[in-house]
């Protein structure tokens, strides 16, 4: 058993039998997931459940995702250490620091001016100087640091944005949950210039993407 499993078994008991054990073996992943204190990323009153494989309110309305789709996300992205990748719902900050471990440079968009505050704190004090949290609508993604690599959508669309896919990079990887209040699919799409080719990666339950070329505030009501 390698030290930082020794160190924090509860981190390492969710690697071995929520992540692997569902067939997500990359080990650059695999060692961020056993790195990142996730407890951390959670209220204290939550704090006991942070390594169990289930979503977790942050407050606001917001949830931290489920460790294993946190996982599964980020595979799909198929970083390998040099992209600008952007993040649409900040949200807790876990994932940004999940992605922070794997690229060059993280820009992660938060609706919620006091969640975005509370979270760059939180990752600045981690040491993740390369993950930068701005507040606005996500659904319009940030140009002033386009093109993206990766872009990764931590919250349920009714469709895929266009203004994400502009500013996606030529071979860029976009993973958005796309679908009804209810239950959406995760979709990866990849960019090969002006062509986009889309698939379909699983079903899943996000929290709703508010915005301009989202959900409207209105069209919030009857989501769990």
Request: with cysteine.
């Amino acid at each position: 058993m390698s030290t930082e499993a020794n160190r924090y078994p509860e981190r390492a008991y969710m690697v071995q039998h929520q992540i692997m054990s569902r067939g997500i073996h990359d080990e650059p992943l695999l060692n961020a997931l056993r790195r990142v204190p996730r407890h951390q990323f959670v209220p204290p009153d939550q704090a006991p459940a942070a390594y169990q494989d289930r979503p977790l309110p942050i407050g606001l309305g917001q949830t931290i995702s489920q460790p294993y789709m946190v996982a599964l996300m980020t595979e799909a992205l198929h970083l390998t250490g040099d992209e600008n990748v952007l993040e649409v719902g900040t949200g807790s900050g876990y994932q940004a620091a999940i992605l922070g471990e794997l690229a060059r440079q993280i820009t992660t968009i938060e609706r919620h001016a006091p969640l975005a505050d509370r979270t760059q704190r939180l990752l600045q004090d981690l040491g993740y100087a390369n993950v930068t949290v701005v507040t606005g609508d996500g659904t319009l993604g940030w140009p002033a640091s386009a093109p993206y690599d990766a872009i990764l959508v931590t919250a349920g669309a009714p469709h895929i944005p266009s203004a994400l896919q502009a500013q996606l990079a030529d071979g860029g990887r976009l993973v958005i949950p796309v679908g009804s209040s209810g239950f959406q699919n995760l979709v990866r799409l990849t960019r090969h210039g002006p062509r986009f080719d889309q698939e379909d990666l699983g079903g899943c339950v996000f929290v709703p993407l508010i915005g301009k070329q989202g959900w409207g505030e209105d069209e919030r009501r009857g989501w769990w």
